[in-house]
T-cell receptor, first 110, second 114 residues
Framework: GQNIDQPTEMTATEGAIVQINCTYQ??????LFWYQQHAGEAPTFLSY????GLEEKGRFSSFLSRSKGYSYLLLKELQMKDSASYLC???????????FGTGTQLKVEL | DVKVTQSSRYLVKRTGEKVFLECVQD?????MFWYRQDPGLGLRLIYF???????EKGDIPEGYSVSREKKERFSLILESASTNQTSMYLC?????????????FGPGTRLTVT
C-alpha cells in the first residue's frame, strides 16, 4: 500500500522560517513532489527531488532522504501570501503517477 | 504557459444523472489525469491516460469512467451520479510518461449531487 503523512496544520509568523515534514511508505518510489495550493485554486508545482539532499529555489528549499522515507519543504522569509496548503506527493512508479498526502495548511500571521 | 481548462467551475446534478466533466490542455501533453479532492483525504487519483484511447485505473475508479478520443481532451463520466460523488474534481496533464515531469492542474470543478 501507499502511505504519505504530513501535519494537518501549521502556523508561523511573517518573516520567519517554517519546515513542513512529509514521511512516506510506498511500494515503489521514483521521487517526491511538493505543490502549493491556495484556497479555491489549482495546485501549482514547487519542487521535485529524486536524489538525496537539499534543492534550493529562492525562498523555498526541499530535502529528501530516500533511506528514511522522509522529505521536508523549507520556507524562508515567510510572507502573508505563503498562507496556503502544501501538498507532498510521491511518484510511486508506473510512469508519472502520483500519490498525494492530505496536505498541510500553513497560516502565516503578523 | 501551459493551460489546463475544465468545462465548469460549479455543477449541480441530481442523483442518478449521467455527468460529463471535460478537461482540455493546450500544450500537447501526453499524460492526463483525473483526481477528486475531499477535506481530510487529499487528492485521490481516479483515472489517468498516457495516450489517445488509452486509460488506466487509479486508486478510486469505482463509479467513474473516462474517455480520451483526442490528445488534448480527457473526459470524466459519472454514469449514475450519487451523493458520495459530491467533491472537487481536478484535471491535470504532464508532458511525458517519465517520472520527473510535473503535473499541471486545471482550476477544478466543484460538483454537488443532490
Amino acid at each position: 500500500g501507499q502511505n504519505i503523512d504530513q501535519p494537518t496544520e501549521m502556523t508561523a509568523t511573517e518573516g520567519a522560517i517554517v519546515q513542513i515534514n512529509c514521511t512516506y511508505q510506498t511500494s515503489g518510489f521514483n521521487g517526491l513532489f511538493w505543490y502549493q495550493q491556495h484556497a479555491g485554486e489549482a495546485p501549482t508545482f514547487l519542487s521535485y527531488n529524486v536524489l538525496d539532499g537539499l534543492e534550493e529555489k529562492g525562498r523555498f528549499s526541499s530535502f529528501l532522504s530516500r533511506s528514511k522515507g522522509y522529505s521536508y519543504l523549507l520556507l524562508k522569509e515567510l510572507q502573508m501570501k505563503d498562507s496556503a496548503s502544501y501538498l507532498c506527493a510521491a511518484n510511486t512508479g508506473g510512469g508519472n503517477k502520483l500519490t498525494f498526502g492530505t496536505g498541510t495548511q500553513l497560516k502565516v500571521e503578523l | 504557459d501551459v493551460k489546463v481548462t475544465q468545462s465548469s467551475r460549479y455543477l449541480v446534478k441530481r442523483t442518478g444523472e449521467k455527468v460529463f466533466l471535460e478537461c482540455v490542455q493546450d500544450m500537447d501533453h501526453e499524460n492526463m489525469f483525473w483526481y477528486r479532492q475531499d477535506p481530510g483525504l487529499g487528492l485521490r487519483l481516479i483515472y489517468f491516460s498516457y495516450d489517445v484511447k488509452m486509460k488506466e485505473k487509479g486508486d478510486i475508479p469505482e463509479g467513474y469512467s473516462v474517455s480520451r478520443e483526442k490528445k488534448e481532451r480527457f473526459s470524466l463520466i459519472l454514469e449514475s451520479a450519487s451523493t458520495n460523488q459530491t467533491s472537487m474534481y481536478l484535471c491535470a496533464s504532464s508532458l511525458h510518461r517519465g517520472s520527473s515531469y510535473e503535473q499541471y492542474f486545471g482550476p477544478g470543478t466543484r460538483l454537488t449531487v443532490t
